[in-house]
């Protein structure tokens, strides 16, 4: 669990790096599929990581909206805050944890039985399938992708 959300990281201080050489208009541009654009994506990312994390322990979640953080120094300092409550939850993670059951109450009132585990799986599997859009993003404007190569990344052991 760990080794994943430090692969999501890396790749995703990558694309914050990939962005500095994009226009903000590129940047900003509505784009086919997705949530928006590039950065309305990692927004998207950065804030459903956060949002989850909080969510089965609990807590209130973030209401903001990406018109307050449209921009890439906005947004990267929004990740480093929700990072620091983030990394210490994953970093002390174990198996003691996998089974607890979050009750996801749905907009029309019913509840849905989720484990702890199986959120923060759908929060790897969610960051890894945007990344792949971000990636196709980059080739229609000329870009290169970042890699979302796992191996060679010093992730193991």
């Known amino acids: 669990m760990k080794m994943m959300f430090e692969y999501n ?5 990558e694309w914050y790096e990939w962005c ?3 226009t903000e208009e590129e940047l900003l541009k509505v784009r086919t599929g997705g949530v ?5 994506t990692l927004f998207h990312i950065v804030d459903v990581e956060w949002s989850w994390i909080r969510e089965i322990q609990g807590l209130p979640d973030f209401q903001e909206s990406f018109e307050e953080y449209s921009s890439l120094e906005r947004i990267r300092q929004l990740d480093e805050s ?4 983030v990394r210490p939850f994953i970093e002390s993670w174990d198996g003691s944890l996998e089974n607890r059951i979050h009750m996801e109450r749905l907009r029309d009132g019913s509840e849905f039985r989720l ?3 199986e959120v923060l ?8 399938h945007h ?3 971000l990636s196709v993003w980059a080739r229609e404007i000329g870009g ?6 796992l191996i060679r990344r010093g992730l193991s052991g």
Do not use: C, D, M, Y
Request: hydrophobic content about 40%; proline content about 3%; aromatic content about 8%.
């Open 9 to 13: 990281w890396q790749v995703r201080e």
């Open 115 to 117: 484990t702890w585990g």
């Open 36 to 40: 928006g654009g590039i950065l309305h």
């Open 131 to 133: 990344v792949g859009q």
């Open 82 to 85: 929700f990072r620091k409550e």
């Open 20 to 22: 500095k050489n994009i």
């Open 121 to 128: 799986r759908h929060v790897i599997a969610h960051e890894i």
């Open 144 to 149: 290169i992708p970042v890699s979302a190569n």
